[in-house]
């Protein structure tokens, strides 16, 4: 059924049950629309591509920072990933209403905010907004932590083309009913920076004990590239996403574990062999099945698309696809 505002998208929302009834309302691009909003986010990079003989040697010097994330309301686990969250926006409406000393209140803790020509002024600029959605947020969660004194060099942030990624998840299976509830378009980027920046975050957020309360971070963490790109899949644990993978280990949201993939295929010069033994590599050690299907689903696309991300052919990700802990253990006993 198409709907014809806002509010009725959210009151159909409401009396759908959660899951897939939900789904086919979103489907609609129209009924998304009145809904939708954007988020962004930033992955740190360090190290280069070393020498090595397999993909597993060859990604070894390179690390991410990463945020463990927890549910505000009850302090429990809620997966990692790369520091960001949702645009703060500013209705027209709203700011019409405000003076020129309360709009200049909103810069910085509004995205769509800017300063032009020394006047507040309300930008729709996407490109303007997602920077500033990333300096807010990362600036947020590392206060989480303690940390006020990091700032992202704004001009080293690259984005990672992944055009109309959906990230809906939480409309249509976690939300309540109540307050609001969106369709976000997610930006990913990336920052590459030095190694020693990593250990003194990750080193601080274990240090400085009093964290803000309510906190959405418990901690800065170094992962190594390698292991990163294992976690989307394992359903494990005794702390579970709704989606009943492992809230301590697995990334929260797909986009973000794609980011890392990005990283390595970059990183191997988007080459196809060398993506698929890294996959191989992989999967001799990871019991669970890593599933890009899964992934381009929660995103709303295909193989094909995420294949376009990662810049490698399409054939090239089906195969990768295939591999599984099983597929390889059957080889084994073919031989």
């Not at 704004?154 to 998840?169: A, E, S």
């Not at 976000?184 to 990750?202: D, F, G, N, R, V």
């Not at 957020?205 to 964290?211: A, N, P």
Request: hydrophobic letters at 35%.
């Amino acid at each position: 059924m198409i709907f014809n505002s806002r509010q009725e998208v959210l009151q159909a929302l409401r009396n759908a049950p959660k899951g897939q009834a939900r789904q086919e309302i979103l489907n609609i691009s129209r009924n998304r629309n009145f809904i939708k909003n954007s988020g962004a986010n930033v992955t740190l990079v360090s190290g280069q591509i070393s020498s090595g003989k397999t993909p597993k040697e060859q990604l070894k010097n390179i690390n991410l920072g990463l945020i463990a994330r927890l549910k505000a309301q009850t302090g429990m686990p809620d997966g990692i990933g790369a520091m960001g969250g949702l645009a703060e926006r500013t209705y027209p409406e709203e700011f019409s209403r405000l003076n020129q000393t309360e709009r200049r209140q909103l810069i910085g803790s509004r995205d769509d905010v800017i300063l032009q020509n020394d006047t507040p002024t309300l930008t729709d600029d996407i490109n303007i907004i997602r920077i500033n959605n990333v300096l807010r947020e990362t600036r947020e969660e590392l206060e989480n932590l303690g940390i006020t004194d990091f700032k992202l060099p704004t001009n080293k942030i690259k984005l990672i083309n992944m055009p109309d990624i959906r990230d809906d998840n939480y409309a249509i299976n976690i939300w309540d009913g109540k307050g609001n509830a969106w369709a976000i378009t997610p930006y990913c980027h990336i920052l590459k920076c030095s190694a020693e920046t990593l250990q003194i975050l990750a080193q601080r957020s274990q240090d400085i004990k009093q964290h803000q309360e309510h906190s959405e971070a418990a901690e800065f963490k170094i992962v190594p590239l390698f292991t990163a790109l294992k976690c989307y899949g394992n359903h494990s644990g005794s702390i579970r996403m709704e989606d009943g993978r492992n809230a301590q280990t697995d990334y929260r949201y797909p986009h973000e574990w794609l980011a890392a993939w990005f990283v390595a295929s970059q990183a191997l010069n988007h080459d196809d062999e060398a993506m698929l033994h890294l996959m191989s590599e992989l999967a001799q050690e990871t019991p669970w099945k890593i599933g890009f299907s899964t992934a381009a689903q929660k995103i709303g696309k295909n193989l094909n698309f995420i294949a376009e991300v990662l810049k490698i052919n399409p054939k090239t990700m089906q195969k990768m696809e295939q591999i599984s802990p099983q597929a390889l253990s059957n080889m084994d006993m073919t031989r």
